[in-house]
């Protein structure tokens, strides 16, 4: 079973995520902010990281470039799943590192499919 | 809805597009035919079948037509068709055409055009080895709303996000506001025009290639015998047919042959896929 932690600082979406990936037969676990999920990630890696843009104590996008520099760091195939809908946005993403970007609001077919695409499933 | 309503539309859109629908699909007719209803200042779908028996505006059965065979899509949809495309069916093909360097690729059914500009977007990254070549992909559907959407390459959020890799989003569409176009160059590479699968399909032309996916599922089996049929005679014996993962031409015609150990593809027999691989 594959893992994937689920990082966003509301509580419906990391619900709803999480029912779409245990569907899809994920372990998940989950983080509020940035930092909460780089403790996560230094516990253990897991192997998919979905992760909001916006949040609270650290953002998205640094911990993406934080995460990228850690030992074992460059493994995770990390999915950016934000409001953030802008070609800007979506282009540092994938520059920081970004392996798919999905422009909230998502559905489990959206998840999948992308999952897919990166070749989680 | 009345019983006498259902049998005069399910008539109606069986003769005007084969669509055969079964008496437990009268929940999707309701649903799919009150915004017509609505559209043509009309109270319900009583008065839209009284119309329709009294007064045949073409425009009116169009747009009932229209409503009822418009199906969502997305980009890749399936993905695997088009790994094979990629893989075997465009690399045999080009060197059985090596001479003649053209290839004709046919989309039909195409909707809002998601299936052609997925190969569009395949033949861009092929660009290098079909320098020199002539490829036209055309895409058709029998809804004119469809046919426009598809021509202007235009798309929701929602919609891009189906089955089209970020990095295809970032390399070939351009945003504007909420909405998605793909590039100009991609949009040049297909054509669509508005045609029905059951009328005559000569006008059309001789294609090499043809992606005719969830569409026999739709029809009966005479309906499905004469649109494979007709669309065996726009192909050459080496072209190849591609179907939907449910579809199958197994018992309703012998013009095509499944291709062996290629699932969802078939030939008229003079396409062969021995010592393919396909990732």
Redesign the interface.
Not at chain 1, 49 to 61: A, E, Q, S, T, Y
Not at chain 2, 82 to 98: C, G, I, K, S, T
Not at chain 2, 137 to 151: F, Y
């Given at each position: 079973m594959k893992s994937c932690l689920v990082v966003d600082d509301s509580r419906v979406v990391r619900k709803v995520a999480r029912k779409i990936l245990e569907e899809l037969n994920f372990a998940c676990s989950e983080a509020e902010d940035g930092k909460q999920a780089m403790e996560a990630c230094a516990a253990q890696m897991p192997d998919a990281i979905l992760l909001d843009w916006n949040m609270p104590v650290m953002n998205g996008i640094e911990f993406l470039r934080r995460l990228r520099k850690m030992s074992g760091g460059e493994t995770p195939k990390v999915v950016f799943c934000t409001t953030e809908?802008?070609?800007a946005h979506?282009?540092e993403a994938?520059s920081a590192g970004a392996n798919?970007?999905?422009?909230k609001p998502?559905d489990s077919?959206?998840i999948q499919?992308?999952f897919?695409?990166v070749g989680l499933l | 809805m009345r019983v006498e309503d259902f049998d005069m539309f399910s008539t109606l859109l069986k003769q005007r597009s084969g669509l055969v629908l079964t008496r437990d699909k009268a929940y999707l007719l309701e649903s799919r035919l009150m915004p017509v209803a609505r559209k043509w200042n009309m109270k319900g779908l009583e008065e839209l079948a009284t119309t329709v028996r009294t007064r045949k505006d073409e425009a009116l059965l169009r747009d009932i037509t229209e409503a009822m065979t418009t199906n969502e899509s997305s980009f890749f949809r399936d993905q695997k068709p088009f790994d094979q495309f990629r893989q075997l069916v465009l690399p045999r093909l080009m060197e059985a055409r090596a001479a003649k360097r053209s290839l004709r690729i046919w989309s039909a059914a195409c909707s809002s055009g998601q299936e052609a500009y997925s190969l569009s977007m395949i033949l861009n990254d092929e660009a290098a080895k079909l320098a020199g070549w002539r490829i036209e992909i055309v895409g058709t559907d029998i809804s004119a709303e469809m046919v426009e959407r598809a021509k202007s390459g235009v798309y929701t959020q929602f919609e891009v996000q189906r089955g089209l890799p970020i990095t295809m989003l970032v390399k070939h569409f351009k945003q504007n506001g909420d909405k998605w176009q793909i590039s100009q160059q991609l949009r040049q590479m297909a054509s669509f025009r508005e045609w029905n699968l059951l009328g005559d399909l000569s006008a059309l032309g001789q294609f090499d290639i043809v992606f005719c996916r969830n569409v026999l599922i739709y029809f009966d089996q005479p309906t499905k015998a004469k649109v494979l049929e007709s669309i065996a005679r726009q192909m050459p014996q080496d072209g190849v047919l591609y179907l939907g993962g449910a579809e199958t031409v197994l018992g309703i015609t012998d013009k095509f042959k499944p291709v062996e150990g290629q699932r969802g593809l078939y030939s008229l027999g003079g396409f062969s896929a021995a010592g393919a691989k396909v990732a």
């Amino acid at each position: 079973m594959k893992s994937c932690l689920v990082v966003d600082d509301s509580r419906v979406v990391r619900k709803v995520a999480r029912k779409i990936l245990e569907e899809l037969n994920f372990a998940c676990s989950e983080a509020e902010d940035g930092k909460q999920a780089m403790e996560a990630c230094a516990a253990q890696m897991p192997d998919a990281i979905l992760l909001d843009w916006n949040m609270p104590v650290m953002n998205g996008i640094e911990f993406l470039r934080r995460l990228r520099k850690m030992s074992g760091g460059e493994t995770p195939k990390v999915v950016f799943c934000t409001t953030e809908n802008d070609l800007a946005h979506i282009q540092e993403a994938l520059s920081a590192g970004a392996n798919e970007y999905i422009m909230k609001p998502f559905d489990s077919d959206i998840i999948q499919t992308k999952f897919a695409q990166v070749g989680l499933l | 809805m009345r019983v006498e309503d259902f049998d005069m539309f399910s008539t109606l859109l069986k003769q005007r597009s084969g669509l055969v629908l079964t008496r437990d699909k009268a929940y999707l007719l309701e649903s799919r035919l009150m915004p017509v209803a609505r559209k043509w200042n009309m109270k319900g779908l009583e008065e839209l079948a009284t119309t329709v028996r009294t007064r045949k505006d073409e425009a009116l059965l169009r747009d009932i037509t229209e409503a009822m065979t418009t199906n969502e899509s997305s980009f890749f949809r399936d993905q695997k068709p088009f790994d094979q495309f990629r893989q075997l069916v465009l690399p045999r093909l080009m060197e059985a055409r090596a001479a003649k360097r053209s290839l004709r690729i046919w989309s039909a059914a195409c909707s809002s055009g998601q299936e052609a500009y997925s190969l569009s977007m395949i033949l861009n990254d092929e660009a290098a080895k079909l320098a020199g070549w002539r490829i036209e992909i055309v895409g058709t559907d029998i809804s004119a709303e469809m046919v426009e959407r598809a021509k202007s390459g235009v798309y929701t959020q929602f919609e891009v996000q189906r089955g089209l890799p970020i990095t295809m989003l970032v390399k070939h569409f351009k945003q504007n506001g909420d909405k998605w176009q793909i590039s100009q160059q991609l949009r040049q590479m297909a054509s669509f025009r508005e045609w029905n699968l059951l009328g005559d399909l000569s006008a059309l032309g001789q294609f090499d290639i043809v992606f005719c996916r969830n569409v026999l599922i739709y029809f009966d089996q005479p309906t499905k015998a004469k649109v494979l049929e007709s669309i065996a005679r726009q192909m050459p014996q080496d072209g190849v047919l591609y179907l939907g993962g449910a579809e199958t031409v197994l018992g309703i015609t012998d013009k095509f042959k499944p291709v062996e150990g290629q699932r969802g593809l078939y030939s008229l027999g003079g396409f062969s896929a021995a010592g393919a691989k396909v990732a």
